[in-house]
């Protein structure tokens, strides 16, 4: 079955310190991918998105993520997070051509300052 | 005003009742999507619509069901609810094929 691991449940950091999210997915043909932010109390909104073209994206509030075909990965980054990047974080898969969204289970971000 | 909007935004209900969540969107997506959020289970996919007449079973569609009453408008019924129904519900959308999705600030359902 198609499925998005995220293996890193819980990450606690200190302001300042570089971050990186790992997220692997199943689905052997082309793919759609996303990472999705759930700040505390609120709805999930789209941090960035890979379509096609470099593999390396940016979003917004400093986050990247690069996708690594051969490895079936897309692992978020941020070089020096912040106390207000405290939330959960969503990898989600769009197989190509379906209108399935399909996501990991989530990492929770606690960053102290 | 929010793009997506779901009502109510929190609801406590009885094991056994009838309930309904309401879903409406401003964004003009044909795309609509019910999930539900438990913790450290992520979003699972409970039904989805291409449109009014299109009607798609996710992965965990038991004991739920659904209704596109127009474009913008997609509900999701529990027939007779269940303790282990307790979760965050949120409906999304999203323009055809492109798979990225918009959601709702989210349900927060309790069955006692």
């Known amino acids: 079955a198609q499925s998005v691991s995220q293996h890193n449940h819980h990450v606690i950091l200190s302001e300042a310190a570089s971050l990186e999210l790992g997220c692997n997915y199943s689905y052997g043909g082309t793919v759609n991918l996303f990472w999705y932010v759930q700040y505390p109390g609120q709805h999930l909104q789209l941090l960035l998105k890979?379509?096609?073209?470099?593999?390396l994206v940016k979003g917004i509030k400093g986050f990247e993520a690069e996708f690594i075909k051969s490895k079936f990965s897309f692992n978020l980054r941020k070089p020096s997070v912040q106390w207000s990047d405290t939330a959960e974080y969503f990898c989600a898969v769009n197989p190509y051509n379906t209108d399935k969204l399909i996501f990991g289970t989530g990492t929770r971000l606690q960053v102290f300052p | 005003d929010a793009d997506v909007t779901q009502t109510p935004r929190n609801r406590i209900t009885k094991t056994g009742k009838r309930i309904m969540l309401e879903c409406s969107q401003t964004?003009?997506?044909?795309?609509m999507y019910w999930y539900r959020q438990d913790p450290g289970l992520g979003l699972r996919l409970i039904y989805y619509?291409?449109?009014?007449?299109?009607?798609n079973k996710g992965e965990i569609s038991d004991g739920y069901s659904v209704s596109r009453q127009a474009q913008a408008k997609f509900s999701l019924s529990l027939e007779s609810a269940i303790p282990n129904q307790t979760a965050l519900y949120f409906c999304a959308t999203s323009a055809g094929g492109l798979g990225e999705a918009f959601f709702g600030q989210g349900t927060r359902l309790t069955v006692v």
């Open positions: 619509s291409f449109d009014v007449k299109d009607i």
């Open positions: 964004k003009g997506h044909d795309r």
């Open positions: 890979y379509f096609s073209g470099d593999p």
